[in-house]
């Protein structure tokens, strides 16, 4: 069936520090990806997207990462800062359905 | 804020009682989703609207869940008969296109 998944579930790490949170899927269909941000109580936040024609793209601070041979995606975040401690998650779909979500990726920015 | 409102933002209610909570989609997306988001899960797909038709049903929205988006706008989730394996937060999401956008969730508790 169609999954989503996270290989760490918590990542901390120094503020300014680069952060790399990875994510795998197994759906092969799916010919869109999009991470998202999460702070308590809030709703998931956009942060990026990327076509599965696509295997990188840039936006400001975050880089993600599209690896279709093994079905792997990463989220690049640059000199991470306090204000990017959430919940991180990825999702994938296809033809404008339903998103299939991972279980999500703590980052912790320490000061 | 991304422009998808919801209400209320949280309800608590006993068992065998009825909720209905509300999304205010961004006013051009003419799709629009639902979620039900547990602790330390990534939300999970409930239904699916494309203007006013409800596309897809989930098989976690039982008998006792509805949906409707009457003019293809705004759009009301009703729960009946609640059980307390229904607490969560339920989110919305509107999209144009791919790219689904989320309000900040109505956070439903049931005694």
């Known amino acids: 069936g169609e999954s989503v998944g996270l290989h760490l579930p918590t990542l901390s790490v120094q503020e300014g520090d680069n952060s790399i949170i990875n994510c795998a899927y197994s759906n092969s269909a799916s010919d869109y990806f999009i991470w998202y941000k999460q702070e308590s109580g809030k709703g998931p936040q956009f942060i990026i997207d990327i076509r599965s024609n696509m295997d990188k793209r840039q936006g400001q601070r975050v880089t993600v990462l599209l690896n279709k041979t093994v079905k792997h995606l990463s989220l690049q975040i640059a000199a991470t800062q306090p204000g990017d401690s959430a919940v991180y998650f990825c999702a994938e779909t296809s033809s404008y359905g339903k998103l299939t979500f991972g279980q999500g990726t703590i980052l912790t920015v320490h000061p | ?111």
């Open chain 2, 1 to 111: 804020d991304t422009g998808v409102s919801q209400d209320p933002r949280h309800k608590i209610t006993k068992r065998g009682q009825n909720v209905t909570f509300r999304c205010d989609p961004i006013s051009e997306h003419n799709r629009l989703y639902w979620y039900r988001q547990t602790l330390g899960q990534g939300p999970e797909f409930l239904t699916y609207f494309q203007n006013e038709a409800q596309l897809e049903k989930s098989r976690l929205l039982s008998d006792r869940f509805s949906a409707e988006r009457p003019k293809g706008s705004f759009s009301t989730l009703e729960i009946q008969r609640t059980e307390q394996g229904d607490s969560a937060m339920y989110l919305c999401a509107s999209s144009m296109q791919e790219t689904q956008y989320f309000g900040p969730g109505t956070r439903l508790l049931v005694l």
